[in-house]
């Protein structure tokens, strides 16, 4: 297992790891929201980590392509989930939100079917990184970035669905005529 692959199997470890320091005493406990919130980042920047070191050194394997989105899915939903519990996030904010990602999921299996790999847009890396952002600062949750995180959310929500909408534009003919 090459290096990308490492840090893509070492992201998944992590999640249990952050949804436990971030629910420990139902989130009341800030020390452990700021463990929790370094462990998101690290995790995060695992991922921009493996990709590039994959492109780099030409290391992109079958395993990375299926397992580096799968633990970036993962690792976003459950902190979602977990804001739902906290009571941070409203359920139909993170229902979008995650819908989005199965739909554009769904997408990629039928392309790779039709020998078509659908790349990540420009619209879906901002919706990304105004994901992980807005769940940052969630998790923090300091009362004197409570603007800007309500911002960084409904950023994330518009990008999410706009992301959505350029993907299904672009690629409908995946769809309706079984190739791009």
């Given at each position: 297992?090459n290096?990308?692959?490492?840090l ?12 436990g320091?971030?629910?420990?005493e139902h989130?009341?406990n800030?020390t452990m929201?700021?463990a ?10 695992t991922?921009l980590?493996?990709?590039k ?10 395993f ?6 799968l633990?970036?899915k993962?690792?976003v939903c459950s902190?979602?989930?977990c804001?739902?519990?906290l009571g ?8 979008i939100?995650?819908s ?14 039709n ?9 879906g890396?901002?919706?990304t990184?105004f994901?992980m952002?807005a769940?940052?600062l969630?998790?923090?949750?300091l009362?004197?970035?409570h ?6 959310v409904?950023?994330a929500?518009?990008l999410?669905v ?7 534009m672009k690629?409908h003919?995946?769809?309706t005529e079984?190739?791009?």
């Open positions: 297992m290096l990308p692959n490492k893509t199997v070492l992201r998944v470890i992590m999640i249990p790891f952050f949804v320091a971030l629910l420990w989130g009341e800030q929201r700021w929790a919130a370094g462990i998101f980042i690290i995790a995060s920047l991922d980590l493996d990709g070191i994959a492109r780099k050194y030409n290391m992109v394997t079958n990375g392509k299926f397992m580096d989105p633990a970036d993962l690792l902190a979602l989930i804001l739902i519990e941070q996030l409203p359920a139909w904010m993170v229902i939100i995650i989005r990602e199965f739909i554009i999921s769904g997408f990629r299996l039928v392309a790779s079917d020998g078509v790999v659908i790349a990540a847009s420009y619209w890396k901002f919706k990184t994901q952002l769940v940052i969630l998790i923090v949750n009362p004197a970035l603007i800007l995180t309500a911002a960084c409904w950023i929500l518009i999410t706009v992301s959505l909408a350029d993907y299904l690629n003919k995946v769809l079984g190739s791009i």
